[in-house]
């Protein structure tokens, strides 16, 4: 079975400029989540979608956005880049169900390394 | 505030000797437990999981981690390590429905 796919792998953008990347969940998966991880740390959440609704939205500007698609895939589109936005970014995905439990673990992607300069 | 403290940054190891890796986790009630491991320029991949029930739980590589709620505590374990292991590794919690956080992460190196 096929994973948590992410495009592109790699991306270079200068400042200012927009950039769009894109998540496939595991089939079957109703749930994404974005996370940014700069060098050196770990993980910080940005979005989560289920059901192609907004459930979660972690510390980040309004240049931040995402959405998910009727297929579950999903983007995250950041505008006005900044040199601080150099990371990678992860997409995770999780069966999620309201019951919680295993069905909340979340799969983690390749990741997108965005480099701005 | 929620948050995951993993004390160590960087560990070395010999390989064939065992491995610990320490997480501390402040959180308002019981939350899910994980542990993944991120190989240089790669995403991360899920070594093991805590929901409820026996608090030692067995993972993927022979990794293990033990929940300890009165130490708020979700160690990670391995008996005897293989070269291959080194990478970093990252503890995390969460709840039904909300985010991961996760530790800075601790990076293990195996010395032969």
Known sequence: DA???????????T?????TL????????????WYQQVLGQGPQ????YYEKEERGRGNFPD?????????????????????????????????RTLGGGPAETQYFGPGTRLLVL | AQSVTQPDIHITVSEGASLELRCNYSYGATPYLFWYVQSPGQGLQLLLKYFSGDTLVQGIKGFEAEFKRSQS????RKPSVHWSDAAEYFCAVGQAGTALIFGKGTTLSVSS
Do not use: M, W
């Open chain 1, 3 to 13: 994973g948590v796919t992410q495009s592109p792998t790699h991306l270079i953008k």
């Open chain 1, 22 to 33: 894109r998540c496939s969940p595991i089939s079957g998966h109703k749930s994404v989540s």
């Open chain 1, 63 to 95: 240049r931040f956005s995402a959405r998910q698609f009727p297929n579950y895939s999903s983007e995250l589109n950041v505008n006005a880049l900044l040199l601080g936005d150099s990371a990678l970014y992860l997409c995770a995905s999780s069966f």
């Open chain 2, 73 to 76: 505590s979700f160690n990670l």
């Open chain 1, 15 to 19: 400042r200012g400029q927009h950039v």
């Open chain 1, 45 to 48: 959440f940005i979005f989560q």
